[in-house]
């Protein structure tokens, strides 16, 4: 099991940046993919990037490419959201999670270990 602890959540005007951190502990950190979720008030969770064990492979939401960045440091067992060009429909609670294998992967039942989210709320 691993223990997932999210921040860097927090109230940006449109078109400010946030980096979001998750910390990791439990089971080995380079052994899994990373991904980063979200959750809007009445929506479902939904998928924002994954991360692969080494860092080398990453995958987007088409809401989020070219504006959100994912990476990792395996020696601080930490994956990083980096978020940029926010805009109020980004408003949403973020989950790190981990993986149950090493490939990247945006599928919600292929991750096994969730944290408890962090808001970020970004106004017009």
């Known amino acids: 099991q691993v223990q997932l602890v999210e921040s860097g959540g927090g109230l940006v005007q449109a078109g400010e940046s946030l980096r979001l951190s998750c910390a990791a502990s439990g089971r080995t950190f380079s052994n899994y993919a990373m991904g980063w979720f979200r959750q809007a008030p009445g929506k479902e969770r939904e998928f924002v990037a994954t991360i692969n064990w080494s860092g080398s492979s990453t995958y987007y939401a088409d809401s989020v490419k070219g504006r959100f960045t994912i990476s990792r440091d395996n020696a601080k067992n930490t994956v990083y959201l980096q978020m940029n060009s926010l805009k109020p429909e980004d408003t949403a609670v973020y989950y790190c999670?981990?993986?149950?294998?090493?490939?990247?992967?945006?599928?919600?039942?292929?991750?096994?270990?969730w944290g408890q989210g962090t808001q970020v709320t970004v106004s017009s």
């Open positions: 999670a981990a993986a149950n294998q090493e490939r990247s992967t945006s599928r919600r039942n292929e991750y096994r270990d």
